[in-house]
């Protein structure tokens, strides 16, 4: 601890050392992240209510009343407006959540995932002290059914799908999940991703509350719904399951509001992703995921003419290429100030297009990528 105060010109001089050694989004070269440039208006809402803490509710009626307003406008969009949630840190402690519910009802510990799925998972399992059942992929990159069948039994607690893996963007069979579903067993979807970016596709899988076995569902405001970092969305089809993992605090302004893993939760995140809905809206969305998709289908060309071939034909704004050698060329980009990623399931150069990701980032990357090949 520094034993005596500084002079804040001093301290803004360290600080903007400090972030010029990070990488910006606004450069255009950073195309690994899912994550993006909040709108201006959601950075405004975020410090507008940086003080608040939905930890405590009571202290804070009117943002307690902007959260059940955005739960309500993702369930919208995820097929099912009368879902309960919140707005927590992002998708590892919606997905941790939502197990420790479906634990904590079913009374069971079995855990169906696919290879593709979070990390998250893996920690869910080890925390909650769960059985974590990985099942391997099919051809087409999603989860294999059939190793699902042949996993269940009397013991099963959860089946996970993925909407938008973290590596390749592929949507498993959701329809087909539900179908082997038994009876009392939660069906979880993480859409961690895909929640702002499927409901906005022509010819979106179906993988949402539409679905009458589908669960819970996480979904992301700090990926594609432009909110500030962190805010991710636990939506649950059940309002009473929620008091399954509740915790009294009587000490606190309200009783009952600690159905969450955190203690302590960022009001700021909860506004600025109500800032980010209101000032879209389903149009501006729908405009948003249309332009990265379009990238996304040049920067598809674009490979083609160096003779690159997709891993998969994007269903959504992730492009995963075999190139050779991939950490080899992954390290050379990094030398030229990209940021792209390698993925493992299979070995790949990833490309996520998130909208500070342009036409001319692409031509740039490319034209680099090409000197490597």
């Known amino acids: 601890m520094w034993e005596k105060g500084t002079a804040n010109s001093i301290i803004m001089k360290e600080l903007e050392d400090a972030s010029s050694q990070d990488y910006h989004f606004c450069d255009g070269q950073v195309i690994s992240s899912m994550c993006t440039e909040p709108l201006e208006i959601a950075r405004v809402a975020h410090n507008k209510f940086i003080e608040a803490n939905l930890g405590n509710a009571g202290l804070y009626p009117g943002t307690l009343d902007l959260e059940r307003q955005v739960i309500k406008g993702i369930g919208q969009l995820l097929g099912n407006e009368n879902t309960a949630g919140g707005i ?142 962190p805010s991710g969305a636990l939506l649950v089809r059940e309002r009473e399951w929620i008091r399954k993992i509740h915790k009294d605090a009587p000490y606190l302004d309200m009783i009952g509001q600690l159905s969450a893993l955190s203690g302590t939760r960022s009001s700021a995140a909860v506004a600025a992703t109500y800032a980010a809905m209101r000032s879209l809206g389903r149009e501006g969305y729908s405009e948003l995921v249309k332009q990265c998709m379009e990238v996304t289908d040049y920067a598809s060309q674009k490979a083609r003419k160096l003779g690159l071939k997709p891993v998969m034909e994007p269903l959504m704004n992730i492009l995963c290429l075999y190139v050779p050698k991939p950490r080899d060329i992954q390290k050379e980009l990094n030398k030229k100030g990209w940021k792209v990623s390698v993925a493992q399931n299979p070995e790949s150069l990833r490309l996520v297009i998130m909208p500070h990701v342009t036409k001319e980032s692409i031509d740039g990357l490319f034209a680099d990528l090409e000197s490597l090949l």
């Open 88 to 229: 927590l840190s992002g998708g590892t402690e919606a997905n941790i959540t939502a197990l420790w519910i479906a634990r904590n009802i079913t009374g069971k510990k079995k855990v169906i995932f696919p290879k593709s799925a979070h990390f998250s998972f893996h920690k869910a399992c080890d925390i909650l002290a769960m059985e974590p059942v990985m099942v391997d992929l099919n051809d087409e990159f999603t989860i294999d059914l059939d190793q699902v069948a042949a996993k269940i039994d009397d013991n099963l607690c959860a089946i996970v799908g993925i909407a938008g893996t973290t590596e390749l963007g592929a949507v498993d069979d959701i329809p087909a999940l539900a179908d082997l579903l038994p009876e009392k067993a939660f069906l979880h979807i993480d859409a961690a991703f895909g929640g702002f970016v499927l409901p906005f596709l022509d010819d979106s899988p179906e993988f949402d509350f539409s679905i009458p076995q589908v669960s819970s569902i996480t979904s992301d405001p700090h990926k594609m719904g432009m909110a500030t970092i």
